[in-house]
């Protein structure tokens, strides 16, 4: 399992239909192959700031899969224009303690 992590750093006064619009576009990265669950989550200390969680299967499904399919272009339509700066993905593995 593949964690997937990004802070999201959403442009002043849009948070509302941020928010909603990120409803909409759970349904798009919820069907793919290789995604498990994910998780978005608002900044207590600082407006406008997200973090979105996702797990995967394996690494590809999200940089293979996800990002090279037409899903992907239908979620950067609906979400990427939000972002201020554009966000880093990083993704991360389990150690096992």
């Known amino acids: 399992m593949i964690l ?4 999201l750093n959403v442009k002043s ?9 990120f409803k909409k576009a759970s349904k798009i990265i919820s069907s793919m192959d290789g995604y498990l669950s994910h998780e978005l989550h608002k900044c207590i200390e600082v407006q406008g700031k997200y973090l979105l969680l996702v797990k995967w299967e394996s690494l590809e499904s999200h940089t293979l899969g996800f990002r090279n399919s037409a899903e992907y272009q239908e979620w950067k339509k609906l979400l990427h224009h939000f972002y201020e700066p554009f966000p880093t993905v990083e993704h991360f593995e389990e150690i096992k303690i």
């Not at 997937?4 to 802070?7: G, L, M, P, Q, T």
């Not at 006064?13 to 619009?21: H, M, R, S, Y």
């Open 4 to 7: 997937e992590a990004v802070i």
């Open 13 to 21: 006064g849009l948070e509302f239909d941020f928010e909603a619009t």
